[in-house]
Nanobody, 122 residues
Framework: VQLQASGGGLVQAGGSLRLSCVAS????????LGWFRQAPGKSREYVSG????????DYADSVKGRFTISRDNAKNTGYLQMNSLKPEDTATYYC????????????????WGQGTLVTVSS
């Protein structure tokens, strides 16, 4: 199983980025997709999750209204659209897969991508 996250980069505050996560080696449509992030010197935190069908989505309070999670099961790909970025969004972003539904507890996620760095300058 492999999850390949991409799309990170350097952006000014107020800007936007779109992260992608391409999955292989698993039946993607059976798995929830999640995004987590880890800022320098901090522990990894939950950002967002989406069910296998895309019918339910969840967001951490810190990103609600600014980030949108989505997925395209035909392409085995998930996305995280990040708008109105703030310097405090600076972190390495990880995608993860969990059978069936999502959870904000990272210990329940089965597969992880390698991370993509997002840097937001003020």
């Amino acid at each position: 199983v492999q999850l390949q996250a991409s799309g990170g980069g350097l952006v000014q505050a107020g800007g936007s980025l779109r992260l992608s996560c391409v999955a292989s080696g698993l039946t993607f449509s059976h798995y929830a997709l999640g995004w987590f992030r880890q800022a320098p010197g901090k522990s990894r935190e939950y950002v967002s999750g989406i069910t296998w069908s895309g019918s339910n989505r969840d967001y951490a309070d810190s990103v609600k209204g600014r980030f949108t999670i989505s997925r395209d099961n035909a392409k085995n790909t998930g996305y995280l659209q990040m708008n109105s970025l703030k310097p405090e969004d600076t972190a390495t972003y990880y995608c993860a897969a969990k059978f069936n539904s999502y959870s904000d507890y990272e210990g329940l996620w089965e597969y992880w991508g390698q991370g993509t760095l997002v840097t937001v300058s003020s």
